[in-house]
Nanobody, 119 residues
Framework: QVQLVESGGGTVQAGASLRLSCAAS????????MAWFRQAAGKERELVAS????????HYADSVKGRFTISREKVPNKVYLQMNNLKVEDTAVYYC????????????WGQGTQVTVSS
């Protein structure tokens, strides 16, 4: 089975930066695209950023525009989320997700990495 593993989370103060990474256990992976989601305590999961396999069609949630940047590597198969000027409101568990070719939706999910931003 293909496994996605996130890393890079931690506890930081507001204004700090973190870079999340997500690596696939399979070195090459055919995908439509990939994304980062997050879920804060007591809230629904939300899309943070997404990117097509080509590197185009990049979308960001309004709450992170100008602060977060999503990028990807084809080989090795990784996706990154650079998070700058973190806010307390960014505190959440962050998940990477991949939509493989042939799948109807995002069908691979990582275990999540905790990001905690203190004031």
């Amino acid at each position: 089975q293909v496994q996605l593993v996130e890393s890079g989370g931690g506890t930081v103060q507001a204004g700090a930066s973190l870079r999340l990474s997500c690596a696939a256990s399979q070195r090459t992976l055919s995908t439509y695209g990939m994304a980062w989601f997050r879920q804060a305590a007591g809230k629904e999961r939300e899309l943070v950023a997404s990117i097509a396999w080509s590197g185009g069609n990049i979308h960001y949630a309004d709450s992170v525009k100008g602060r977060f940047t999503i990028s990807r590597e084809k080989v090795p198969n990784k996706v990154y989320l650079q998070m700058n000027n973190l806010k307390v409101e960014d505190t959440a568990v962050y998940y990477c997700a991949v939509q493989r070719v042939g799948a109807r939706q995002y069908d691979l999910w990582g275990q999540g990495t905790q990001v905690t931003v203190s004031s």
